[in-house]
């Protein structure tokens, strides 16, 4: 009676010894990607980047990895998240703002119109930006960001935007950093925008995330310094201004870069025309059912026919979200 | 006969276990600090904020210190070095520039006659930092500076510039890495003139450098993509843009700030205002035997009596050159 336990016990061991051990070494860092095209490509540029003795291997410091966010990391259908935050604080401003009631784009907006209140194009949004992200010191825009991100809802799902990030991008980010790399968000969303919750979702801190961005000014308001955010534009961040954003806030180029439209394609150009080992890849948006699709005929996260000759031109490699994600997003079954 | 070796052995190795092993943990972080105020208020800042359980604590993200740079990390007399820089590069374009013969401020440059050039001022200034740091790509001019900086020698001492820095700001950069901080560069100086060698002399990475830039434009030559330098300013760093650049690249408020001139005052000011354990430095020049002595009157490094009194009222800590460093420069004696 006495000797069975034990017995047990030490059949236990053994199986955690045999088995255990290898199997919790080789478990898969990717396992929300179906095995294809698109994750022997990963698993083969970190392989050939962080082998010692590869004739690819580079450095830790140089392993710079930069990531498109608005459909490359969350969804950005109906509408990029960063406009809904917009529109949500219109109506929260509205009662301070009674002229808005008769001014465009903001009176369409208010009664709900929001195709109306866009079809004035790029000037109608820069208004509502403006209107509703400078006039506050960085501090108090943090802390609406915070607000408005801890409790608004994606209009379709009903999930909190922060829950409409994609898994596999999720496991990509950790896997490239448990590999050495520095991974960077570089969006044409706004930089203070991102920073109030990148670090707690994708584990990227605030001084690695590049972006669009206000002019600021330094102040002193009741002999406290702040920095008050001024309605005019400093820097977009999307197309030709990736690379550019890039250099100046990181100063190397990336050795990967991720991305799902034509605002990304300076950016993987500018990153596959660095030596060695590159891997440049663009989310494709072709599942209806678990996501959205959406393509070239797309205003939002445009994947024109001309992006996806220069892929297949320079050997970026294309992700089948319906193909190539096992599961797209954390809630789903 | 025997025993005696094995008896020294064996003393030798108590001697060890007593000694040596503590000696070890104890060794000093900050040699080249003299004992006094401003060495304590390292330490005991560093121990606030790092030991867990203290009131202090400090998570490591958050745990960011900014260094200015000319006169803070290394040598800004008898001129800021990115200008004795742009003088030899006028002095190296004047074949390709034959109508710089009759034109100030080259004329006078290439006289020899500084002073004369820089009689202009500012426009001066800015005529010549265009004419030698605009009009090629960033490629171009990482390569230029770093050649450059490779054999280039102070006017005075005719040490390499990377020679002139500071042997105690060295190791305090190097104590709070050990302390789990992320220590950044934040200066008036080029950005892009900084990184080709801060990695290597300050240990501080291309991304953690805040600086002046020029704006730069995304163009294809011959098929391959390049950030062309343009002749106009796009951000100056000093003052009050020192809060807005940490704003931009870094996103969150240092804990702890470096500079030594009125151009560093928003900086500590901005990282003084926030919650919590601070630390505040000022490097005072007032050693004429082992560097140089100035202050409220130089034109460069300006350490006016009004920056004074607010150290003074702040609690920020002013290190004397002369009484706080052992040693300046690690190739004194």
Redesign the interface.
């Given at each position: 009676m006495r000797l069975r336990p034990i017995r047990s016990w030490a059949v236990a061991l053994l199986f955690t010894v045999a088995f255990a051990t290898p199997a919790l070494a080789q478990r898969d860092p990717l396992p929300s990607w179906n095995d294809g095209a698109a994750k022997k490509a990963i698993v083969a540029f970190v392989k050939a980047t962080t082998t010692k003795g590869s004739p690819s291997f580079v450095p830790p410091?140089e392993r710079?990895a930069t990531f498109d966010n608005d459909g490359t990391l969350w969804a950005e259908q109906p509408m990029y998240v960063q406009l809904l935050f917009a529109l949500d604080r219109v109506k929260a401003l509205a009662p301070q703002h009674p002229e808005w009631k008769d001014k465009e784009p903001f009176a369409s907006l208010l009664k709900g119109d929001v195709k109306a209140a866009l079809a004035g194009g790029e000037r109608a949004i820069v208004e509502i930006v403006m209107a509703t992200h400078a006039g506050m010191t960085?501090a108090e825009f943090k802390q609406i960001v915070k607000d408005w991100i801890a409790t608004a809802k994606h209009p379709v799902t009903k999930r909190p935007y922060t829950a409409m990030v994609y898994q596999p991008m999720l496991e990509l980010l950790a896997y490239l950093r448990a590999n050495g790399f520095?991974t960077f968000i570089v969006s044409g969303g706004g930089?203070?925008f991102m920073?109030p919750w990148t670090?707690k979702v994708y584990g990227v801190?605030?001084?690695?995330?590049v972006g669009s961005?206000i002019k600021?000014?330094?102040e002193m308001h009741d002999g406290?310094?702040v920095?008050m955010r001024l309605p005019a534009i400093?820097f977009i961040d999307d197309k030709?201004?990736k690379?550019?954003g890039i250099?100046?806030?990181?100063?190397?180029r990336p050795i990967a870069a991720f991305g799902n439209s034509d605002g990304d394609r300076?950016m993987l150009?500018?990153t596959g025309?660095g030596g060695g080992a590159r891997l440049m890849m663009l989310v494709h948006h072709d599942d209806a059912q678990r996501e959205w699709s959406y393509g070239a005929e797309s205003k939002i996260g445009t994947f024109s026919d001309a992006l996806m000759a220069e892929a297949k031109k320079s050997g970026w490699v294309v992700i089948s979200m319906k193909k190539d994600w096992r599961r797209i997003f954390a809630f789903e079954k």
């Amino acid at each position: 009676m006495r000797l069975r336990p034990i017995r047990s016990w030490a059949v236990a061991l053994l199986f955690t010894v045999a088995f255990a051990t290898p199997a919790l070494a080789q478990r898969d860092p990717l396992p929300s990607w179906n095995d294809g095209a698109a994750k022997k490509a990963i698993v083969a540029f970190v392989k050939a980047t962080t082998t010692k003795g590869s004739p690819s291997f580079v450095p830790p410091p140089e392993r710079i990895a930069t990531f498109d966010n608005d459909g490359t990391l969350w969804a950005e259908q109906p509408m990029y998240v960063q406009l809904l935050f917009a529109l949500d604080r219109v109506k929260a401003l509205a009662p301070q703002h009674p002229e808005w009631k008769d001014k465009e784009p903001f009176a369409s907006l208010l009664k709900g119109d929001v195709k109306a209140a866009l079809a004035g194009g790029e000037r109608a949004i820069v208004e509502i930006v403006m209107a509703t992200h400078a006039g506050m010191t960085t501090a108090e825009f943090k802390q609406i960001v915070k607000d408005w991100i801890a409790t608004a809802k994606h209009p379709v799902t009903k999930r909190p935007y922060t829950a409409m990030v994609y898994q596999p991008m999720l496991e990509l980010l950790a896997y490239l950093r448990a590999n050495g790399f520095k991974t960077f968000i570089v969006s044409g969303g706004g930089i203070e925008f991102m920073r109030p919750w990148t670090e707690k979702v994708y584990g990227v801190p605030p001084e690695q995330v590049v972006g669009s961005s206000i002019k600021t000014k330094y102040e002193m308001h009741d002999g406290k310094p702040v920095l008050m955010r001024l309605p005019a534009i400093d820097f977009i961040d999307d197309k030709a201004g990736k690379p550019v954003g890039i250099n100046a806030h990181i100063g190397r180029r990336p050795i990967a870069a991720f991305g799902n439209s034509d605002g990304d394609r300076e950016m993987l150009e500018w990153t596959g025309a660095g030596g060695g080992a590159r891997l440049m890849m663009l989310v494709h948006h072709d599942d209806a059912q678990r996501e959205w699709s959406y393509g070239a005929e797309s205003k939002i996260g445009t994947f024109s026919d001309a992006l996806m000759a220069e892929a297949k031109k320079s050997g970026w490699v294309v992700i089948s979200m319906k193909k190539d994600w096992r599961r797209i997003f954390a809630f789903e079954k």
